[in-house]
T-cell receptor
Framework: DVKVTQSSRYLVKRTGEKVFLECVQDMDHENMFWYRQDPGLGLRLIYFSYDVKMKEKGDIPEGYSVSREKKERFSLILESASTNQTSMYLC??????????????FGPGTRLTVL | DAKTTQPNSMESNEEEPVHLPCNHSTISGTDYIHWYRQLPSQGPEYVIHGLTSNVNNRMASLAIAEDRKSSTLILHRATLRDAAVYYCIDGGNTPLVFGKGTRLSVIA
């Protein structure tokens, strides 16, 4: 079974802190994604990566950056956390981006609270 | 935009079949329909996908209308563990675009 793991299930940070959310997948997938999920807004794509060191902005990249130095690991970085970044963050991976048959595999999520 | 339309919520009795509808009138002829679900406090998980023919797997069945403008996810016997948000997704957008889905409640 594909496994996507996220470094923390719950995280509490203070405004202005630099925050790292880590995601690791064990299926050698080319593609990895970061979403955030807020009540009433569904899942929104922040960034994705289709190869090591490659990244593409999603729908809401402002306030975030990402890093993909190794194929299995995709990090989301909040350079200076703000209260409006309090949310559930979901990481996913997939084998065949840009194909209509692509299937995404999600991690359990990290619930981040910024005080 | 999600490009699919689903009811906000549905309710089912335990051990009865559930039919979750989805409209996708703008889907192109070569794009798959995907269904995912999200259990409480978990990330979404893949359920099923299909193109034209009806599809079955261990989790569910997918019935696709002949004109491909709509589809129905069928859970043959709902259990309490099937209570989740179900997302219908037009595979023409990659990365996948998740709408708000249908929240399914299962009553014991």
């Amino acid at each position: 079974d594909v496994k996507v793991t996220q470094s923390s299930r719950y995280l509490v940070k203070r405004t202005g802190e630099k925050v790292f959310l880590e995601c690791v997948q064990d299926m050698d997938h080319e593609n990895m994604f970061w979403y955030r999920q807020d009540p009433g807004l569904g899942l929104r794509l922040i960034y994705f990566s289709y190869d090591v060191k490659m990244k593409e902005k999603g729908d809401i990249p402002e306030g975030y950056s990402v890093s993909r130095e190794k194929k299995e690991r995709f990090s989301l970085i909040l350079e200076s956390a703000s209260t409006n970044q309090t949310s559930m963050y979901l990481c996913a991976s997939s084998p065949t981006l840009f194909s209509s048959t692509d299937t995404q595999y999600f991690g359990p999520g990290t619930r981040l609270t910024v005080l | 935009d999600a490009k699919t339309t689903q009811p906000n919520s549905m309710e089912s009795n335990e051990e009865e079949p559930v039919h979750l509808p989805c409209n996708h009138s703008t889907i192109s002829g070569t794009d798959y329909i995907h269904w995912y679900r999200q259990l409480p406090s978990q990330g979404p998980e893949y359920v099923i996908h299909g193109l034209t023919s009806n599809v079955n797997n261990r989790m569910a069945s997918l019935a696709i209308a002949e004109d491909r403008k709509s589809s129905t996810l069928i859970l043959h016997r709902a259990t309490l563990r099937d209570a989740a948000v179900y997302y219908c997704i037009d595979g023409g957008n990659t990365p996948l675009v998740f709408g708000k889905g249908t929240r399914l409640s299962v009553i014991a």
